[in-house]
Structures are given as structure tokens and as C-alpha cells.
């Protein structure tokens, strides 16, 4: 199951089947008449693009891989592509290669995202100790040349895409045969190895204390430069005596900060009536909103970031979304959402 959309409202396009059609350039000539070839020194360098273009061309895997890329706004989010194809003990590496600037696989990433590791940083190891469920990185030098105000973002890049695999949940990072005890340049501790619940992408309040505080996830929606829209998580702040999928779904009622590029998923008129939970691990989602008539089908968008929001913050669940009292509840997408969903495999496979 793989999620994306095209459109704002519309039906989710990475749920069907079909292949996407792009437009672009027109498949067939608009006129016969012959075509006068270019001067000389205009094929040559033609000749010399195409070349380059064959030497960065990469055949990739079948199967999507998600890793974790930084948009315009310098937000990060999931994005499910191909990886260059290769021996399959190496996979994480090339999933770790994706992430550094302007790298060699920097044409493989969609318009609008970009790695954020340093330019010039080389995965030279990824171990996994599966007891440990422990992935052990190690870079080169180059890995230590950062801006500051990047460093967190790239320990939330390398620990959200290894713990998307399986067999790993923790990260340990190294330079050139040395465990690094701290970020080399503004100081993160490492002294225990990295989790998901590092957070990622965190919206941290001045006046907000954190003792009493604990993180949720929460899904909002961004667009591409060309409009493909794209789900981005976003850690949030909630008193920690609450109950954490209730809280998450507030936050995501709540809407997006000011001034980041995300948009809202749900209108300014849902409400949250109740959350749920069957003995067997299927929430149940119950929302009231007057903009929407009985028997309407709703914007998928809106209800995958709910069944995201609560699988991220309550693992291994399944969701089912009730509205005004409503126990049918379809999407644009034509998928079921008052019956159990689970998390999809992939989210925001994006067309280059």
C-alpha cells in the first residue's frame, strides 16, 4: 500500500495501480519539414552533455526505499524512491548516500528536496547488530564539515531513514575508526545511541518548559514546486499526563506554525470528539465537521494524515475514522477509512 497525491482533495495517486502520466515534452512532432543540424561547435557540446548524462545515470531497484530529504523550507520528510541498484548487503549505505548534498545520486532525488548530510561525505561502514537492533554508521572526515544550525537536522536525516528498515531502531555514528561521543560542531551528546524519539522536525515553544512535557508526531501537508503534495512529520509538545494519541490529534487540529511551507489537512470546523481503543489495537477516530454532508466522500488527504498521526504515536494499530456520527466513511481515494486501516508500507513516492 503507498500513498500520494497529486492534487489537493483528489484521490490519492500512489493507491492505484496505474502508473502516473506526467506532462512534459509532447510525444510527437508538431510539423515534417526537415530540421537544418546544428552547427558544429553546438553538436559538440550536445555530444559532450549527452555523455555527461549517460555517466550519471544509475540503474535502480525495483522496490521503493524511503529515506529522509530535506525541502525547501529545510523541513524533512519521507520520500519513497528507487535506489541505485547494487549488492543488496550495501543497501543502507546507498539509502545513506542519497542524503549528502549534491552527491553522486543527486539526480535521483525529485525537484524541490536535496540531501543534508556534507558535501563530500562517504559511507564507509553500516553495521547492523540485529540482537542490539543497533546500526552502526561510520563516515569520513568530511562528515564533520557542517554549518551548526544543520547539525540536528542531520542526526534527525541518518536516524529516521536507518530506523525505517527493519532490524534497526538505534543509531551509533563513527569517523574514521572513532565512536563520536558528540557532534563535532555544536556539541550534540552521543553518549547513547540515537532513536525515534530524537524527534524530527521540532517545533519547540520560547516559553515552553519541556520537564513536563512529552513529544508527539504529528502529519501535515507541503507541495512540491510542480504541486505534487507530500505529507511532513512534525514533533510537537504536549503536557506528558495526557494521553498521547488524543494529543497528537489536537496538535493536528490545531494546524501548521506560520511561516514553513506546511498546510492544513483538516477544515477549521473539525473537532475531535473521541479516540477510542478495541481490545484488539483498532482505534477508533470519531470527528464532527458541518462542512461535510452525509455520505460524502472526504479528502484523502485529510484522512491519511489522521491514520498517520495515530499510527505514529501508537504502534503496530490499525484506525478506523468516524464523522458527524457517520460509521460509512469513504475518501477520494475510494479506500474504506471506517473500517481498520493500517499504516501504508510507503508514503510520498514523488515523480522526478
Known amino acids: 500500500m503507498k500513498w500520494n497525491r497529486r492534487l489537493r482533495n483528489t484521490a490519492a495517486a500512489g493507491a492505484i495501480s496505474l502508473p502516473l502520466l506526467l506532462s512534459g515534452c509532447g510525444m510527437f512532432g508538431g510539423s515534417s519539414a526537415q530540421i537544418d543540424p546544428p552547427p558544429t561547435d553546438i553538436e559538440t557540446?550536445?555530444?559532450?552533455?549527452?555523455d555527461a548524462a549517460e555517466q550519471t545515470s544509475f540503474a535502480q531497484e525495483e522496490a521503493l526505499s524511503t529515506v529522509y530529504l530535506a525541502n525547501e523550507h529545510g523541513l524533512l520528510a519521507p520520500v519513497a524512491l528507487?535506489?541505485?541498484?547494487g549488492e543488496a548487503s550495501l543497501k543502507l549505505n546507498r539509502m545513506l548516500e542519497m542524503l549528502v548534498k549534491d552527491g553522486k545520486y543527486a539526480s535521483l532525488l525529485p525537484v524541490g528536496f536535496s540531501g543534508i548530510l556534507p558535501a563530500g561525505s562517504e559511507v564507509k561502514a553500516v553495521t547492523v547488530k540485529k540482537d542490539e537492533k543497533l546500526a552502526v554508521v561510520e563516515f569520513n572526515q568530511a562528515f564533520t564539515g557542517y554549518e551548526a544550525a544543520d547539525e540536528r537536522k542531520i542526526l534527525e536525516a541518518l536516524t529516521w531513514t536507518l530506523t525505517g528498515t527493519p532490524d534497526v531502531e538505534k543509531v551509533q555514528l563513527w569517523v574514521d575508526g572513532q565512536k563520536l561521543n558528540e557532534m563535532p560542531v555544536n556539541g550534540t551528546p552521543l553518549d547513547r545511541p540515537l532513536s525515534r524519539n530524537f524527534g524530527i522536525n521540532l517545533e519547540i515553544k520560547a516559553e515552553s518548559g519541556l520537564s513536563q512535557l512529552s513529544p508527539v508526531i504529528v502529519y501535515f501537508s507541503a507541495a512540491t514546486p510542480e504541486g505534487v503534495q507530500y505529507f511532513v512529520p512534525v514533533t510537537r509538545f504536549v503536557p506528558a499526563d495526557g494521553d498521547r494519541v488524543k494529543s497528537a490529534l489536537g496538535e493536528l487540529l490545531k494546524g501548521p506554525q506560520q511561516g514553513d511551507g506546511l498546510e492544513r489537512v483538516v477544515t477549521d470546523n473539525t473537532k475531535l470528539e473521541s479516540v477510542e481503543v478495541s481490545k484488539d489495537g483498532?482505534?477508533?477516530?470519531?470527528l464532527k465537521d458541518d462542512m461535510f454532508e452525509a455520505g460524502e466522500k472526504l479528502p484523502a488527504q485529510m484522512l491519511q494524515?489522521?491514520?498517520?498521526t495515530v499510527t505514529e504515536n501508537r504502534d503496530d494499530s490499525k484506525v478506523r475514522i468516524w464523522l458527524n456520527g457517520q460509521k460509512e466513511v469513504v475518501g477520494l481515494d475510494n479506500q474504506t477509512y471506517s473500517e481498520p486501516v493500517i499504516r501504508p508500507e510507503t508514503i510520498n513516492e514523488i515523480p522526478l
Open 45 to 50: 557540446q550536445m555530444l559532450e552533455g549527452l
Open 82 to 85: 528507487h535506489l541505485p541498484d
Open 282 to 286: 483498532i482505534v477508533t477516530v470519531a
Open 305 to 308: 494524515s489522521l491514520v498517520l
